[in-house]
């Protein structure tokens, strides 16, 4: 049977929007001295905004109207601004079929004319299409998040995104390192200057700041780490799904993060509040000691 006192640690750890998929969870974060974080929709807000767009051929509403057609398709915080963005414009989305989800880089469907996609630089390569247009390169040279939008091997255009980091993401790590927490890290898919422009606003340094990793690359690292200590990985989306599967205790972001997170995670964080997090892995210290 489960020890009363880890029964009232799940329970106070509940209250405070952290729930435990069960007591083996609660002694593992315990013992658990490195944390890994997805950037986007977790250490962020995840309540991006687009604030440029850059249309080559000048059809702004049409470039628009199609890129809303594309992340019409999508669940990532990227395609709900988009979407808000275009919709709040008056523009209706474009009709796109036949659309895959590309985890970490993007998304490809196809309308009348053929096929089409949206995503990073890594799916303008593999799309074999050019973004060293001045304008795009200009895009490119800022701090936020670019979307390119492509018609086979040709950039239509793209967007930039704007994404902030959680008021409560800063004091969160710092309480996490007030407990002893050795290594806090952040592995993020998205590009390396706005992964160290949300990094140094919350007291991570370049050494601990990954960016422009793949969905496996998530992993990998995860793997690296857990060779050198007990590692927590928390993470919102679908494409952090596996590293949450490998990390000694997974945590999901509840309210906002992806079923495909939460199913692979041992914890769902259902508060926004970051701090809680950091209140529960002091509580399951806490807790371990007691039972001991
Ligand atoms: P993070 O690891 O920070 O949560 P993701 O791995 O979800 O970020 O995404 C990595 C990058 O892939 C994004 O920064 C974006 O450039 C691109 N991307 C992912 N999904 C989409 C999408 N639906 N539309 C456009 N770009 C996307
Ligand atoms: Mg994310």
């Known amino acids: 049977s489960v020890p009363a006192a880890i029964l009232s640690a799940l329970s106070a ?13 609660l002694e593992t974060l315990a013992e658990v001295d490195i944390f890994a974080f997805d950037k986007t929709g977790t250490l962020t807000t995840g309540r991006a905004e687009m604030t440029e767009i850059v249309a080559l051929d000048g059809d702004e509403a049409g470039f628009l109207s199609l890129l809303a057609g594309l992340e019409a398709h999508s669940e990532h915080h990227i395609a709900a601004a988009i979407r808000r963005e275009v919709a709040s414009r008056g523009l209706d989305p474009a009709q796109v ?53 492509g018609r086979g091997a040709t950039v239509l ?75 927590a990985f928390v993470g919102d989306g679908v494409n952090d799904a596996a590293a949450l599967a490998r990390a000694d205790v997974g ?7 992806s079923e495909v997170a939460l199913q692979a995670a041992d914890v769902a964080l259902l508060s926004e509040d970051m701090e809680r997090l950091a209140d529960a892995h002091r509580l399951s210290r806490r807790t371990s000691r007691v039972i001991r």
């Open 13 to 25: 750890a509940a209250r405070g929007g952290v729930l435990f998929k069960g007591g083996g969870a």
């Open 97 to 149: 079929a036949d659309v895959n989800a590309r985890p970490g880089i993007g998304i490809e469907g196809s309308d009348a004319l053929g096929p089409v996609w949206a995503g990073n630089a890594y799916l303008a390569e593999d799309m074999k299409a050019a973004t060293d247009h001045p304008a795009l390169q200009a895009l490119a040279d800022g701090a936020n998040t670019v979307v390119y939008l």
């Open 157 to 231: 255009g793209a967007v930039s995104v704007a994404d902030e980091a959680r008021a409560s993401s800063a004091g969160a790590i710092a309480a996490l390192r007030d407990s002893g927490v050795r290594r806090i890290v952040m592995m993020t898919g998205d590009r390396r200057s706005v992964a160290l422009r949300i990094g140094a606003r919350l007291g991570l340094g370049p050494e601990e700041t990954h960016a422009e990793m793949l969905p496996q690359d998530k992993v990998r690292a995860v793997g690296e780490l857990a060779a050198t200590g007990r590692v």
């Open 251 to 257: 945590i999901a972001m509840g309210a906002a993060g």
